[in-house]
T-cell receptor, first 118, second 111 residues
């Protein structure tokens, strides 16, 4: 199947700073990518849908000004956590529909980014 | 709104047992349902995808069934091995392409 590369795998930042997380589709084009957040021992919660060339759509309760999403090309989406606070510490994962998986109906996930805000 | 429940929440078994992991969802108007595994601190690995027109899918020792009308899917793991230890997540979509996840079943298979 296709590969989604996520970088960095972990990051520690100071409270009040911003952190950017990259999600790249390595061997396919992804017009749509998805960003999830996962707190310890909890499930993945969809944060937003990243649309190439247009604005992201955010799930209810997710602050769009805090979690900035940019999908400037068909292979790259970025999530920027602005003015990070300790409560933003979490595991962030991106995904994209994999055209080669299960007849194009499957999704491939990045390896995730562990964000710790101190 | 799609809500997903997975039972049991955790499972600890000796090696070799056949296992049943259950997933129920509230919105049965789904195109497909995908099962994933997640190792601690890692991303998700896709296991199986069942199309809405199918009743089951098999991959090696894994078999997943889908009953749309009752909003249920079951993942069977045959002859479990320590390497199967992970969290198993089911994900029916909400709408066309937004995967909604259950809390998962944490599986521990001990030698």
């Amino acid at each position: 199947g296709a590969v989604v590369s996520q970088h960095p795998s972990w990051v520690i930042c100071k409270s009040g700073t911003s952190v950017k997380i990259e999600c790249r589709s390595l061997d396919f084009q992804a017009t749509t990518m998805f960003w999830y957040r996962q707190f310890p021992k909890q499930s993945l919660m969809l944060m937003a849908t990243s649309n190439e060339g247009s604005k992201a759509t955010y799930e209810q309760g997710v602050e769009k000004d805090k979690f900035l999403i940019n999908h400037a090309s068909l292979t790259l989406s970025t999530l920027t956590v602005t003015s990070a606070h300790p409560e933003d510490s979490s595991f962030y994962i991106c995904s994209a529909r994999d055209p080669g998986s299960f007849g194009g109906g499957g999704y491939t996930f990045g390896s995730g980014t562990r964000l710790t805000v101190v | 709104k799609q809500e997903v429940t997975q039972i049991p929440a955790a499972l600890s078994v000796p090696e070799g047992e056949n296992l049943v992991l259950n997933c129920s969802f509230t919105d049965s108007a789904i195109y497909n349902l995908q099962w994933f595994r997640q190792d601690p601190g890692k991303g998700l690995t896709s296991l199986l995808l069942i199309q809405s027109s199918q009743r089951e899918q098999t991959s090696g020792r894994l078999n997943a069934s889908l009953d749309k009308s009752s909003g249920r899917s079951t993942l069977y793991i045959a002859a479990s091995q320590p390497g199967d230890s992970a969290t198993y997540l089911c994900a029916p979509p909400r709408g066309y392409n937004k995967l909604i996840f259950g809390a998962g079943t944490r599986l521990a298979v001990h030698p």
